[in-house]
């Protein structure tokens, strides 16, 4: 079994208002004290993520870009194992003070419901 490289590239990305605002649309959401997730089936052959974290969640910018580095680490090493959705995570406030390790296991139990509950509402051809 080849080794899949956990890059986190361009095309893996939500990049646009457009594409946040489709998932906003219509998105499967699955959420703990940390986060939440919204999740929206894309029509491509990967998964896409894009951060939403605002001031609420905290007012300096260091903490609320140390949570987004956490989540894009997360999303790397789980990305391929995740369908083809765009996905916008969103922190709550308790994010701020969570640990490294606190984040890391919240945001790997919302993947796995991020699977199971896109792999059942995907229609099948």
């Known amino acids: 079994m080849a080794a899949r490289p956990l890059s986190y590239p361009r095309e893996a990305r939500l990049l646009t208002p457009g594409a946040f605002k489709r998932v906003f649309a219509g998105a499967e959401r ?14 491509r052959d990967h998964a896409r993520l894009g951060l939403a974290i605002g001031r609420r969640v905290s007012p300096r910018a260091v903490d609320r870009n140390r949570i987004k580095r956490i989540a894009r680490e997360s999303f790397r090493h789980h990305q391929h194992q995740l369908p083809p959705v765009d996905i916008v995570l969103m922190a709550r406030p308790p994010a701020r003070h969570g640990s490294r390790e606190i984040l890391h296991a919240s945001l790997a139990g919302l ?8 792999d059942r509402s995907s229609p099948q051809s």
């Open 111 to 118: 993947w796995q419901r991020v699977m199971k509950r896109c």
């Open 30 to 43: 699955v959420a703990d004290r940390y986060f939440t997730i919204l999740a929206s089936s894309n029509g």
